[in-house]
C-alpha cells in the first residue's frame, strides 16, 4: 500500500504509511512511548527523525574527512585520515 499524504494546518503536510515491526522493536517502542506519556505514532516520528538527523550527521563527517584527505599534503596524515575513511565506510 503506498504512502499518502495530506494537507494540514499550515504549510505542513503529513503522510500517511503502515508500517509492521519486529516485536522487539515494537515492544521497546511501546516502553519509549509509555515512558514519555506520548502516542506511538510520535515515538516512531521522533525516533525516524533523530535516525535521519544521525545519518545526515555521518555523511557530513564523511565528507568533511575526505575534503580534509584531499587537501592533504602529509602522508603520516593522509594515511590516518584514509584508515578514518576506511573505518566509517567498512566499520571497524
Known amino acids: 500500500m503506498p504512502a499518502t499524504t ?4 499550515g ?3 503529513t503522510g500517511r504509511l503502515s508500517v509492521a515491526l519486529p ?7 511501546s516502553a519509549r512511548s509509555s515512558e514519555n506519556n506520548v502516542s ?3 515515538t516512531v516520528v ?7 538527523e ?4 555521518k555523511k557530513q563527517r ?11 599534503a602529509d602522508p603520516a596524515q593522509a594515511e ?12 571497524g
Open 6 to 9: 495530506k494537507e494540514t494546518t
Open 11 to 13: 504549510k505542513e503536510t
Open 23 to 29: 516485536s522487539d522493536i515494537y515492544k521497546e517502542v
Open 40 to 42: 506511538l505514532t510520535r
Open 46 to 52: 521522533q525516533l525516524l527523525r533523530a535516525g535521519l
Open 54 to 57: 544521525a545519518e545526515r550527521q
Open 62 to 72: 564523511l565528507d568533511e574527512t575526505l575534503r580534509q584527505y584531499r587537501e592533504c
Open 80 to 91: 590516518r585520515l584514509a584508515d578514518e575513511i576506511g573505518a566509517m565506510i567498512f566499520g
